[in-house]
């Protein structure tokens, strides 16, 4: 796409996506819009696509620095209870798009973990009335987003507008064909029992069997391209190398390495941030167990970025969570903590199901 | 001040003087803050304050796009019911400031008028709510209000910090003494029957007899620094010459004069915007009488800006607007109409109250 070289995701187009594939906004639909004003023009896109799709836009962006603020400044009140505003307010809504959209990505990594972790419970009440509502998380490139990828602020953007499938003639066309490809995959792997990864420094078995595959095609992540379901909680023996740097709020955790036993870590190391991923591990009971599996499906996203939304949707690599599972997969694990660790299979890498390969050096088999 | 000749408010110390003097923040309160994102340092000042009086914050900025938008892309449905989601978002307060932040002072100036004025009618109901409330009205200046203003940036924003005592070592002792002075005022105006304007151009007597003076002391305008009345509907004699340019929705009517006999308008001529003029007077049978008169005692505010939230309050002027009168001051004119007009004092002109002097060549007389 010369022409597009360094083009960002048009608003307008990014607005229509949202509104069409992700919400199905139609006529008298209370519609939100949560973001910080960095995705200004994002928000203002937005406010038009629902006007005109006869629906009641209501675009709330707040200054980039409340996301610290919040935890730096909050009291005992604000630690204990769930604002009662931002309840009410998602609670007058049919339908939710938080975009993120960062000034930095290490704006908590000087707040005690404790703190961050009592907001989070208090807020418990407000992140369970939006997954109530028809909702989508997505992002807008800000050069803080681009940082935490090692690129430049305009390359980061047309990166973005690839894995959201702008560059193409008819995003939504995209999605829904996306969708139905990852349609084939989870009938496929509904059949499986056994799951085997297979890489450099990794050779892992799991159990799936009547576990529910979920096809996450981009209505509820913006962009997506993922199917995942949970293992048996007990079922995960062997060794696995995730080569994809990450953590938890911007922490940098690379060289990760877990030998299972029968579902638990009985082994951990990391190359660098090993603290911190111990102190994940020690978290609760359900953290030293897997939570998910998933297998990432989506071409635009060709490398990772240290944004978690985005990289374990890279085609080519499965990822792992510690911890919670999502119970639409059928999957019992509970854990204060859901961390997705990273496992590229593109090059050399694999995936069967049963014996029969799903994913060979990163590419889907047909 | 020299050595803060360019600084603009300091968002900290006008947003302890939004929650302490203005709205009486309390520990509990839910309070809003709404503005554009031009406003974002201030919104950001204002989460901490509220933060940390042990209250509840909810910053909402919007793009300064949408006050056009939202005029130019609504549909029947958004011309005809109040946003649900903004209502809900209000009735959930306790208090709310607005903060006047454009991006440009004529966003409205090509919306068809009649447009402009469905969308006010329809949006009554938020309107009414946000009254119910604690409310502030206030403004952060931008680069749109300092060209309004015919001035620099930084200059302006220096002005604006005067206007709002900001430049004061005690901001809000300072509003608490304008405050006892204008309240000593008022107890002088509600001895007054027969109020007389005279300057170049201008000889107008009105009654006030029995009509409740307001003591506009910064709590829900800030600035302020006025007080008003609304004078008897049928009281108004003579020919009154405004100095000061002005209009609804950043039009510039300016060399406004008016003849009034027995209480309505009977001459209107304006040297530049006379049809304007002569539209707003049509607007129904209220518009062609006063709704208010006001007297200016802001002494930081030393120039007309062509914004009315200041000009209004600027000391040693005096406004007459035609429209509707406000209720607690014992008013009963009615119209859609409400425009502040401004008659300068300070060269040569005064205001008696039954023939004693109150405002000679623009000071108070004490």
Not at 50 to 56: G, T, V
Request: negative net charge; glycine residues 10%; charged residues 20%.
């Amino acid at each position: 796409m010369s022409e597009a070289g360094v083009a960002g995701p048009d608003p307008h187009a990014f607005a229509a996506l949202l509104c069409d594939w992700c919400l199905a906004v139609s006529p008298g639909d209370r519609v939100g819009v949560l973001s910080t004003t960095l995705a200004c023009d994002l928000g203002a896109a937005l406010h038009s696509a629902i006007l005109a799709r006869d629906a009641w836009p209501l675009v709330s962006l707040e200054p980039p620095s409340l996301a610290a603020e919040r935890h730096l400044a909050a009291r005992e009140r604000h630690l204990t209870e769930p604002n009662p505003v931002e309840l009410a307010l998602v609670g007058a809504l049919d339908a939710l798009v938080r975009i993120h959209a960062p000034q930095s990505t290490t704006e908590l990594a000087d707040v005690d973990p404790a703190r961050v972790a009592m907001l989070t419970r208090a807020r418990q009440p407000i992140q369970e009335a939006a997954l109530a509502l028809r909702w989508c998380a997505t992002l807008s490139p800000t050069p803080a987003l681009a940082q935490q990828a090692g690129m430049g602020t305009a390359a980061y953007a047309t990166f973005v507008r690839r894995a959201l499938f702008l560059d193409r003639p008819d995003p939504a066309g995209a999605w829904r064909e996306l969708s139905e490809r990852q349609a084939l995959l989870v009938a496929r792997l509904e059949r499986a029992r056994q799951i085997r990864i297979q890489a450099e420094g990794t050779d892992l078995t799991l159990s799936v069997a009547g576990r529910r595959w979920v096809n996450s095609d981009g209505r509820r992540n913006m962009p997506s391209g993922e199917v995942f379901t949970a293992p048996l909680e007990r079922s995960a023996n062997g060794t696995i190398s995730f080569s994809v740097p990450g953590g938890p709020r911007g922490s940098i955790v690379s060289g990760v390495r877990l030998t299972l036993k029968d579902g638990e870590v009985v082994e951990a190391h990391a190359q660098r941030g090993e603290q911190r991923l111990l102190a994940a591990l020690a978290t609760d009971e359900g953290a030293r167990r897997l939570g998910e599996l998933g297998i990432g499906t989506n071409t635009g996203i060709d490398r990772p970025t240290g944004e978690i939304l985005l990289d374990e949707k890279m085609a080519g690599t499965v990822h792992l969570a510690l911890g919670r599972a999502y119970p639409e997969t059928g999957g019992i694990n509970r854990s204060a903590l859901h961390w997705d660790l990273i496992c590229d299979l593109r090059d050399g890498g694999r995936l069967t199901a049963d014996g029969e390969p799903v994913v060979v050096d990163g590419a889907l088999e047909a």
